[in-house]
């Protein structure tokens, strides 16, 4: 990754309550291997056919132009990012973008052994991967389809390899989660990777999610402690990260605790999110999307696939201004920032869910 060059940026993306955008989730696919309960339908799922999906080409025109604007951080997501034909091949094409200080990935583990030698060798440093359940029988009952001993050996493997660092996700769920806590703190901990639990959010495709169902921060909190003795809040050197995280008291592993729905963070909200058919978002919970597909495609499909798109990435690597494209990117992106509501709002009368279920947007 190169440095940034600040003679190439355009002012930040900062929205109407002076919050800095610096990064983006990309999704670039809406299929799954899996289907957990609280993202994703169990059957008939209606994935996105191929042809509207960005291209790496278009991902890495959205890419180089968000670099410009400020934001300095992506991560790859899904649907199950891993799924998607030739994944090297875009982390590669990310990796190389000047100004990119965080290149991540969220997985669900299960075709990870096979693919982390050549994402780590195509540039990759981060990894999120999302263990909900230590017993074969609780993933199943979540995912609603095995795979347990495939995460487990995809987590060997990241870990034999020597990412810069290793996370694991788990979905707090009540009635699930409080038998797996204590397990996962200790998987963890014994491996020195850093645990998050992430309180279930109303982004389920089959809209089943119930407050009753959230197992709060302040819950896991309590019965970590229980076991393990108090926990220390870690310092937090950068505020727009979603975790609250606490140090083991005798100095072994990592918590952190993402309580969107009984504590929301979205005062400090940083990210942006573009869907793996090009829609960007302001929001997780964001009724309102701007099309930044419709723009990179303006030409014939034809041009978009064997010409216009090359040249327009190629104009934006080498920092040229003034493509009516990019403009109108720019002009779009703003837009979408600038529109951003204060707060996600699930706690007032007036919440409307998204149409977009979890998969559907990119976690
Ligand atoms: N398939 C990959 C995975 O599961 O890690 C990446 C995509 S997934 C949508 C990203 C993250 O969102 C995962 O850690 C998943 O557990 C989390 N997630 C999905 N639905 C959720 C929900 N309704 N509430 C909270 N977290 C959720
Ligand atoms: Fe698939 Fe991830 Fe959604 Fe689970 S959370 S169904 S692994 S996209």
Known sequence: MTPTNESKYYPPLTDGFGRRHTSLRISVTDRC???????????????????ELLTFEEVEQVAAVMLRLGVTKFRLTGGEPLVRANLPNLVQR????????????????????DQAPALKAAGLRRLNISLDALDAEAFRRIARRDGLEQVLEGIETARQLGFEKIRLNAVAIRGITEVQ??????????????????????????????NSQVMSGVEIRQCLEAEFGPLIPAPRPDPSQPATDFLFHDGRGRIGLI??????????????????????????????????????????????????????AAASSAGIADSEQEAA??????????????????????????????YQIGG
């Open 33 to 51: 291997n899996i289907r957990c309960f609280y993202c994703m339908p169990e059957e008939n799922v209606r994935f996105r056919p191929r042809e």
């Open 181 to 210: 806590l204590l397990p996962l703190a200790r998987f963890a901990r014994e491996r020195d990777l850093e645990l998050r639990f992430i309180e279930f959010m109303p982004l389920d495709a089959e809209s089943r999610w119930d």
């Open 259 to 312: 309580h969107p729905v009984t504590q929301p963070f979205c005062g400090d909200c940083n990210r942006l999110r573009i869907t793996a058919e090009g829609k960007l978002r302001n929001c997780l919970f964001s009724t309102a999307e701007w099309d930044l597909r419709e723009l990179l495609r303006a030409g014939t499909r034809e041009n978009v696939v064997h010409g216009s798109v090359h040249r327009f």
């Open 94 to 113: 990310l990796a190389s973008l000047p100004g990119l200080t965080d290149l991540a990935l969220t997985t669900n583990g299960i075709l990870l052994a």
């Open 329 to 358: 990117m720019i002009a779009r992106i703003r837009q979408c920032v600038a529109a951003k509501k204060p707060g996600h709002g699930i706690d007032t009368p007036e919440f409307i869910r998204p149409e977009r279920a979890m």
